[in-house]
């Protein structure tokens, strides 16, 4: 099927929306052939950047049109589900923004539909994709940290920006802040630990200047495994800049790596992987020199935007999907079991 080109509808033009219009124009075998934006003001900049595509005022023109072969839905997390299973419903692939839904329910409807239509599921979870923290599950499925006990992840960034007619602190939109930019970091501890199965319990705490529950300005999360593994996530939103770290024990070797810049999407940040291997158990003080780990490609959420398109081209070519729906339930089940945690102030067992 060399020289198939993969025709996108791209459903929302708020700040991420333009970003994803701008990686399906410069990503080979992709072309963007409509725009679905709600305000006259969007669409009329959606014209300007992209002369070639039809720009449209209601999504729902997208699903008739016979030039569109994936819709790419990139709109305030509410509305995931509604227009993903109409999209399914009308024989389109769907590229899905994270969270998959605000609910599990509406994570379950979606599920139904793409096994009826038979058509590609995606959902945008591009950390996957990553250079880097791609690199540290490439270790793990090498064997080279042994059996994993322990994955930290810590985010402190700034506030986040206010969205299209501030849905982002519009709770009802939004779903909650764990959706919005937690659920990355619970979706890489499943994906490091997936080897040891599902996890057992969680227990998590949040809190925030004044907003209501869910939109948590800091917040951190214990997530255990049977046997003892667990994964400890932290994300502090009232910060400065942007820097997150992500650390991996295993019972043969460790692995750190840290990504820092002035904010989110930017092409300059500094990015590193250090690897130490070989540990035998019986290290005390003297372990070892760490080394860094040479990244195959520059990091940062622009660069793993552009992975994801391609990776979508290629999922429709092959018919597999890079991150499957149902790894994309586990995620919002386990943000919303954190939240519950969070609510209640105690352990919440998991389903397994």
Not at 247 to 264: I, K, L, N, P, Q
Request: charge should be neutral.
């Amino acid at each position: 099927m060399t020289g198939v080109t993969t025709r996108f509808a791209l459903v929302g033009y708020g700040a991420w929306g333009m970003h994803h219009a701008q990686a399906i124009a410069r990503t080979p075998g992709a072309e963007l052939t409509a725009i679905a934006t709600r305000t006259e003001a969007s669409r009329a900049r959606a014209a300007a950047d992209h002369p070639r595509a039809a720009v449209l005022a209601d999504w729902r023109a997208c699903l008739a049109r016979p030039d569109v072969d994936v819709v790419d839905v990139v709109v305030p997390d509410a509305l995931h589900e509604e227009i993903a299973v109409a999209a399914l419903e009308a024989s389109k692939h769907v590229l899905l923004e994270k969270p998959m839904a605000t609910t599990l329910a509406g994570c379950d409807r979606i599920l139904a539909a793409a096994r009826a239509s038979g058509r590609v599921l995606c959902v945008g979870h591009e950390l996957r994709l990553s250079s880097q923290w791609g690199a540290i599950r490439g270790l793990l499925d090498a064997g080279r940290l042994g059996r994993p006990l322990h994955v930290f992840v810590s985010l402190w960034r700034r506030p986040y920006r206010d969205g299209s007619d501030g849905w982002r602190y519009d709770r009802a939109r939004v779903g909650s802040w764990l959706l919005e930019e937690t659920i990355h970091y619970v979706d890489l501890a499943l994906w490091y630990l997936e080897s040891l199965g599902a996890p057992s319990s969680v227990v998590a705490a949040g809190n925030s200047k004044g907003r209501e529950v869910g939109l948590y300005d800091n917040f951190s999360a214990l997530v255990r495994w049977p046997g003892g593994a667990y994964a400890a996530i932290t994300q502090t939103l009232v910060g400065f800049g942007h820097h997150q770290a992500v650390h991996v024990v295993g019972t043969a070797g460790s692995v750190r790596a840290t990504w820092s810049a002035s904010m989110d999407r930017t092409r300059q940040a500094a990015a590193a992987v250090e690897v130490l291997e070989g540990l035998t158990g019986a290290e005390r003080f003297e372990i070892g020199t760490p080394r860094p780990l040479e990244l195959g490609a520059p990091s940062g959420e622009l660069y793993e935007l552009e992975a994801e398109i391609a990776a979508m081209v290629e999922a429709v070519r092959t018919g597999q999907p890079f991150m499957t729906g149902e790894a994309a339930r586990r995620a919002v089940a386990l943000c919303l079991a954190a939240e519950a945690s969070a609510r209640s102030e105690r352990e919440i067992a998991l389903a397994t």
